[in-house]
């Protein structure tokens, strides 16, 4: 398969999922992007179309950030970061957008150190 053909159909799965969730500023949408070196996590208010709060390996905030890659040990710690900042922020509960990518691996390592930290989603 061309990767013009993998993007394109990556854009439909990303489309696919966002037409059923929504973030609002009680629930914000915590939308979640990995690289091949690194992981993002934002906090979206869609009705304003504003980010709240975020957080990656690159955060200055995030601790032993020079350790931390793209994998499912590294997710584990900034799911359970991003956590923190979002309930330091007021957030309790989210709506989980995983971007397209299977629920399995560093996705399922994110929301569950994120779930251990407090969030509800």
Same mark, same amino acid.
């Given at each position: 398969m061309r990767t013009e /053909?993998? /993007?394109? +159909?990556? /854009?439909l #799965? #990303?489309? #696919?999922? @966002?037409?059923?969730? !929504?973030?609002?500023?009680? @629930?914000?949408r915590m939308s979640v992007c990995f690289t091949n070196?690194?992981?993002?996590v934002q906090f979206i208010d869609d009705t304003v179309g504003a980010t709240i709060a975020a957080a990656s390996t690159l !955060? &200055?905030?995030t601790p032993d950030r020079d350790k931390l890659a793209?994998?499912? *040990? !590294?997710?584990?710690? *900034?799911?359970t970061l991003a956590a923190q900042t979002a309930i330091g922020k007021g957030i309790k509960e989210v709506v989980f957008d995983r971007g397209?990518? @299977?629920y399995?691996? &560093?996705?399922?390592a +994110?929301?569950?150190g994120a779930r251990e930290a407090g969030l509800k989603f």
């Open positions: /053909q993998k /993007q394109k +159909l990556a /854009q #799965r #990303r489309w #696919r999922i @966002r037409k059923k969730i !929504s973030g609002t500023k009680e @629930r914000p070196k690194n992981i993002y !955060s &200055k905030a793209a994998n499912a *040990v !590294s997710a584990k710690t *900034v799911g397209g990518a @299977r399995h691996g &560093k996705v399922k +994110l929301a569950d």
